[in-house]
């Protein structure tokens, strides 16, 4: 019969215990340090590297791109505070934050032509042509940090993915898969055209190519023109009424574009 522990070797054992909880908190604690301690010197070097190239950091947006590459590596946001050691050194607080009103800006003159939906190039163009005077160049990495910052508004600034394009949208309205299936239709149908200003496309195209029933493609198409993102073109020979998509069509063909 096999005789079970005494009371001396449960001690015992509870002691080895404690001895290796021991052990690996102090490893745990030295490995903690040394991180806390290379940290410190990553963001030492970052903040020297800063220094030395504030002006490429302001006004090359490739550079300041790999910039925010490099602070995300170390935990570092310089747009999380308009003070602080980064926005007295490089300005970036304000340089994001005048974007981001100048976004704001853009998206609510172009609302009415387009439903609160802009393709990301498009937004970049707009934007390019206001900060001309200023000579500062943007990129649509500052867009989208700039948009990120504008989502604590909670009116619906957010980027959403439609085929392979971009979109900002800037009004609370949720797309479903049925919406997103058509805006792609007329984004296909313009790269198809040649890059044609207008995306548009009758009705029953809509059933034909993403073979929908009559009740599906008219309860998607009217939800798109109540909220803006459609509009009605009634304007062909043929007399077939079409279905014009701003969002995924060039700004040129925005009215009033040209003033913004």
Request: net charge positive; hydrophobic share 35%; proline share 2%.
């Amino acid at each position: 019969m096999r005789r079970r522990p005494g009371i001396g070797g449960l001690q015992n054992a509870a002691a080895a215990r404690d001895q290796y909880r021991l052990l690996g908190e102090n490893v745990a604690k030295l490995r903690t340090d040394l991180m806390k301690e290379q940290l410190a010197t990553f963001r030492s070097q970052l903040e020297d590297f800063a220094r030395k190239h504030k002006n490429d950091i302001r006004k090359n947006p490739a550079f300041r791109a790999q910039f925010h590459e490099m602070c995300a590596k170390v935990g570092v946001d310089p747009l999380a505070s308009n003070k602080g050691f980064w926005a007295e050194l490089l300005g970036i607080g304000d340089f994001y934050y005048e974007l981001g009103v100048q976004i704001i800006e853009v998206c609510l003159a172009t609302r009415p032509h387009n439903g609160g939906l802009i393709s990301l190039d498009d937004l970049c163009k707009l934007l390019g042509r206001r900060r001309k005077a200023a000579r500062e160049t943007i990129s649509e990495d500052d867009c989208l940090r700039a948009i990120s910052k504008l989502k604590v508004l909670g009116s619906g600034y957010e980027v959403i993915t439609v085929g392979k394009r971009k979109l900002v949208r800037s009004v609370p309205t949720e797309l479903n898969k049925d919406h997103n299936e058509i805006l792609e239709l007329a984004q296909g149908l313009r790269e198809v055209r040649c890059h044609s200003h207008r995306s548009s496309f009758a009705f029953d195209e809509v059933q034909r190519r993403l073979t929908w029933s009559l009740g599906r493609a008219t309860d998607a198409l009217e939800t798109l023109l109540e909220e803006g993102l459609a509009m009605i073109d009634d304007g062909h020979i043929d007399g077939r009424r079409r279905y014009w998509f701003p969002c995924v069509s060039s700004i040129s063909s925005y009215v009033g574009a040209d003033t913004l």
